[in-house]
C-alpha cells in the first residue's frame, strides 16, 4: 500500500503564489517519476509537471516559467511552487508517483493523491 499526501491548496487572487506538497509513504521501493496533473471544471485532467529521480523536469507550455516542480528523494516528497497565478489555473490538482513496490516488479505503479482545490480569483 502506497499513500500520498497532498497539502498547501487554497484561494488565492490572480498574480498570487501557492506551493503544493505531496508526501509518498508506504510500501515504495523506487520511483522513477513524480508528477502534478491538473483537472479544471468541465476539462480533461491534464499533465502539469513531471520530475524525474534525475531531477529533470518538464511543463505543460501553459506553465512555463510560472510554475516550479522539485522533489526531496530522502523523504519522498514532491512540490510544485505555482507563481503569477491566473484564473485559468484554477483546479484541483493531483499528484502523481510512479514507482515500483517491490524490487521483483516487473513493470511500475502509478498512484495518486487525493487531489488539491486550487482556485484562482480574478
Known amino acids: 500500500q502506497v499513500q500520498l499526501v497532498e497539502s498547501g491548496g487554497g484561494l488565492v487572487q490572480a498574480g498570487g503564489s501557492l506551493r503544493l506538497s505531496c508526501a509518498a509513504s508506504?510500501?515504495?521501493?523506487?520511483?522513477?517519476?513524480m508528477s502534478w496533473y491538473r483537472q479544471g471544471p468541465g476539462k480533461q485532467r491534464e499533465l502539469v509537471a513531471t520530475?524525474?529521480?534525475?531531477?529533470?523536469?518538464n511543463y505543460a507550455d501553459s506553465v512555463k516559467g510560472r510554475f516550479t516542480i522539485s522533489r526531496d528523494n530522502a523523504k519522498n516528497t514532491v512540490f510544485l511552487e505555482m507563481n503569477s497565478l491566473e484564473p485559468e489555473d484554477t483546479a484541483v490538482y493531483y499528484c502523481?508517483?510512479?514507482?515500483?513496490?517491490?524490487?521483483?516488479?516487473?513493470?511500475?505503479?502509478?498512484?495518486w493523491g487525493q487531489g488539491t482545490q486550487v482556485t484562482v480569483s480574478s
Open positions: 502523481n508517483v510512479r514507482g515500483y513496490s517491490d524490487y521483483r516488479d516487473f513493470s511500475f505503479s502509478d498512484w
Open positions: 508506504g510500501s515504495i521501493f523506487s520511483i522513477v517519476a
Open positions: 520530475v524525474n529521480s534525475g531531477h529533470s523536469t
